[in-house]
C-alpha cells in the first residue's frame, strides 16, 4: 500500500475547518456578541482541558495493549486526537481575530442598522420577519441570527427604520420594508459538549 494512499484514506472523512476559517471579506475582522465569544471560549477550555487528556489518556492505555495496528481503541483514539487537535487551531484563530461588539451599548443612532441589531422587516407580500444580526460563529437561521456578511444582513446595514432596501436573491430582487430596529441583548446558548460513550 502507497503511502500516499494511506494518507488519503486517514484524512478522506475529516472536515477541513481551514478551508472554513476566513469567509470574512479580505482586511475585516469577525464580528461576535459577547455571548458567541464566551460559547467559542467554553468549548475550547473544554477540548483543552478535559476532552483531550481524556482522549489522550485511553490512547495511552491503547498503545500498552500490544499491537497497535490491529487496536481499534488506539486508532481511533489517534483520529479523535487529530480531530481535536485541529479543532483548537481553529477556535484559537478565531478566538484571536474576535472583535467583540456588545449589541446592548449605546448606539449614536439606534435607527440605523449595524451588527448586533435586531430588524423586524415585512417582504413585498407583506410577511414580517424578524432577524438579529450575529458573527458568522453564531449564525441560528431558527432563531432568527443572520450572519453579517449575509447577503439579507448586507442589504440591511446601514439602513433606518422606515427605509426600504433592496435584496438580490437567486429568485430575482426583493423589497425589504423596515419596520423596526432595536438593540438588545441576543441570546446565544452556552457550548454542550456531546459526551460519547
Not at 73 to 90: P, Q
Not at 166 to 185: K, N
Request: proline share 8%; with cysteine; glycine share 6%.
Amino acid at each position: 500500500m502507497s503511502k500516499a494512499f494511506v494518507k488519503e484514506t486517514d484524512t478522506a472523512d475529516e472536515f477541513d475547518e481551514e478551508a472554513f476559517l476566513s469567509p470574512l471579506p479580505p482586511a475585516s475582522k469577525n464580528y461576535i456578541t459577547p455571548g458567541g465569544y464566551a460559547r467559542l471560549k467554553e468549548e475550547y477550555l473544554w477540548l483543552l482541558n478535559k476532552e483531550r487528556p481524556d482522549v489522550t489518556a485511553m490512547v495511552a492505555w491503547a498503545a500498552g495493549n500490544g499491537d497497535r495496528s490491529e487496536n481499534g481503541d488506539y486508532l481511533y483514539g489517534k483520529k479523535r486526537l487529530r480531530e481535536i487537535d485541529k479543532r483548537l487551531r481553529f477556535l484559537s484563530k478565531r478566538l484571536d481575530m474576535a472583535e467583540i461588539i456588545d449589541p446592548t451599548a449605546p448606539r449614536e443612532d439606534p435607527s440605523r442598522i449595524f451588527f448586533g441589531a435586531t430588524v423586524c422587516y415585512a417582504d413585498q407580500n407583506g410577511h414580517e420577519k424578524t432577524v438579529s444580526i450575529v458573527g458568522i460563529d453564531e449564525i441560528d437561521p431558527l432563531s432568527g441570527y443572520i450572519s453579517w456578511i449575509s447577503p439579507a444582513a448586507r442589504a440591511l446595514i446601514s439602513a433606518r427604520e422606515g427605509d426600504t432596501v433592496t435584496l438580490l436573491t437567486p429568485a430575482g430582487t426583493e423589497r425589504l420594508d423596515i419596520l423596526s430596529v432595536d438593540y438588545q441583548p441576543i441570546f446565544i446558548p452556552p457550548f454542550k459538549p456531546v459526551i460519547s460513550e
